[in-house]
């Protein structure tokens, strides 16, 4: 796999010698490919790959229809670029699939794979730029993201260390939760609460070199995306019981995201809400009467000349009034100091590590 990746690519078809002649030509462009012959098998790979960034999909799969992907993509709010590969399909059939959301589409036979790369390329190009401007959208609207949460340090053990190895790495960069890699590929999370857990069960007795990592490891691996925004993935780490999840960028493994750091996140917003609501309150309740008080005073100044004996003391009112109503004001603007999360303190430049 090239150091420089230019895109993750999921092609979807159920004939094996045009994936396989397909995979191999978009590989030595540099692009990550994988491959499902069914609709089920890649609505896997999409949920388990946070890193897609476009779909090929034949249009007519053994007694399915690939555009029930496309409809399953539209259902789970994704921009992902959906390229439709037919044989069959008449241009019409294909403008319609246009109509539909599809990106672009590709007749077989496929005689020169320079076109099929011509149009991933620039899908994988225009993606990049809608999910950034996706994620603008998200910082706009306050709303953290994956890459706000992952761990700083990232590190990692083979699937053949024991649990003895892990712990003791985990130890000396003083972190929580480690990799676990098969080759180039993860395969699982080693956390301290996995190696407390297996503690508190054998007592004693127990030995960690004597455990093979692979045995205590969280063994269902559930990809998150950088971009992802940290409602979207504490719905779903609730839903599937996980704690914690690899964070991809473009294919490659970025940090590891704990539920615990987004759930405190979440509290701490609820706080914030709450403080800001109270503020707000505060602030329309004192308004209203000091501004009617405001109003009456200006009109007495208007009304009383200024050699009255009187017209010092509503002078003195309305300079205390003054000084009340700016005072309201900083406390509102504290109100909008508070809502600002500086949650980028908790992104680290993690070293990258290639799932090929």
Same mark, same amino acid.
């Given at each position: 796999?090239?150091?420089?990746?230019?895109?993750?690519?999921?092609?979807?078809?159920?004939?094996?010698?045009?994936?396989?002649?397909?995979?191999?030509?978009?590989?030595?462009?540099?692009?990550?490919?994988?491959?499902?012959?069914?609709?089920?098998?890649?609505?896997?790979?999409?949920?388990?790959?946070?890193?897609?960034?476009?779909?090929?999909?034949?249009?007519?799969?053994?007694?399915?229809?690939?555009?029930?992907?496309?409809?399953?993509?539209?259902?789970?709010?994704?921009?992902?670029?959906?390229?439709?590969?037919?044989?069959?399909?008449?241009?019409?059939?294909?403008?319609?699939?246009?109509?539909?959301?599809?990106?672009?589409?590709?007749?077989?036979?496929?005689?020169?794979?320079?076109?099929?790369?011509?149009?991933?390329?620039?899908?994988?190009?225009?993606?990049?730029?809608?999910?950034?401007?996706?994620?603008?959208?998200?910082?706009?609207?306050?709303?953290?993201?994956?890459?706000?949460?992952?761990?700083?340090?990232?590190?990692?053990?083979?699937?053949?260390?024991?649990?003895?190895?892990? #712990?003791?790495? =985990?130890? *000396?960069? &003083? +972190?929580?939760?480690?990799?676990?890699?098969?080759?180039?590929?993860? $395969? %699982? !999370?080693?956390?301290?609460?996995?190696?407390?857990?297996?503690?508190?069960?054998?007592?004693?007795?127990?030995?960690?070199?004597?455990?093979?990592?692979?045995?205590?490891?969280?063994?269902?691996?559930?990809?998150?995306?950088?971009?992802?925004?940290?409602?979207?993935? #504490?719905?779903? =780490?609730? *839903?599937? &019981? +996980?704690?914690?999840?690899?964070?991809?960028?473009?294919?490659?493994? $970025? %940090? !590891?995201?704990?539920?615990?750091?987004?759930?405190?996140?979440?509290?701490?917003?609820?706080?914030?809400?709450?403080?800001?609501?109270?503020?707000?309150?505060?602030?329309?309740?004192?308004?209203?009467?000091?501004?009617?008080?405001?109003?009456?005073?200006?009109?007495?100044?208007?009304?009383?000349? *200024?050699?009255?004996?009187?017209?010092?003391?509503?002078?003195?009112?309305?300079?205390?009034?003054?000084?009340?109503?700016?005072?309201?004001?900083?406390?509102?603007?504290?109100?909008?100091?508070?809502?600002?999360?500086?949650?980028?303190?908790?992104?680290?430049?993690?070293?990258?590590?290639?799932?090929?």
């Amino acid at each position: 796999m090239p150091n420089d990746l230019r895109g993750t690519v999921l092609m979807v078809d159920d004939e094996p010698a045009l994936l396989d002649a397909l995979k191999e030509a978009l590989e030595i462009e540099g692009f990550c490919v994988h491959i499902a012959n069914n609709l089920s098998a890649a609505k896997s790979v999409i949920e388990q790959s946070k890193a897609i960034e476009t779909i090929i999909c034949d249009l007519s799969l053994p007694n399915e229809n690939g555009l029930e992907l496309l409809d399953y993509l539209k259902e789970k709010g994704s921009v992902i670029p959906f390229i439709i590969l037919t044989g069959q399909g008449t241009v019409e059939t294909c403008r319609d699939a246009l109509k539909s959301g599809a990106y672009d589409y590709i007749m077989k036979p496929i005689d020169d794979s320079k076109e099929l790369i011509r149009l991933i390329s620039q899908s994988i190009e225009k993606f990049r730029l809608k999910k950034k401007n996706i994620e603008l959208e998200y910082y706009k609207q306050g709303m953290s993201l994956a890459k706000d949460f992952m761990s700083k340090d990232l590190i990692s053990v083979n699937i053949d260390a024991t649990a003895a190895d892990a #712990v003791a790495k =985990m130890s *000396e960069r &003083k +972190i929580s939760s480690i990799l676990i890699m098969e080759g180039e590929n993860a $395969v %699982g !999370i080693f956390t301290e609460r996995d190696a407390m857990n297996r503690v508190l069960s054998k007592g004693s007795s127990l030995n960690l070199h004597e455990i093979p990592i692979k045995d205590v490891m969280t063994k269902t691996l559930v990809f998150a995306d950088v971009s992802q925004p940290w409602p979207e993935l #504490v719905t779903m =780490m609730k *839903e599937k &019981k +996980i704690r914690h999840v690899p964070v991809t960028d473009k294919g490659k493994v $970025v %940090g !590891i995201l704990s539920l615990t750091n987004m759930l405190d996140h979440y509290h701490q917003v609820l706080e914030i809400k709450t403080v800001k609501e109270m503020i707000n309150t505060f602030h329309h309740y004192m308004n209203q009467p000091l501004m009617a008080s405001y109003s009456y005073i200006h009109i007495l100044l208007m009304k009383i000349p *200024e050699t009255d004996q009187n017209y010092p003391r509503i002078l003195k009112i309305k300079q205390e009034i003054d000084r009340v109503n700016e005072t309201l004001k900083k406390i509102l603007a504290l109100g909008d100091t508070v809502g600002n999360l500086k949650t980028t303190d908790y992104v680290g430049n993690a070293n990258m590590i290639d799932l090929g």
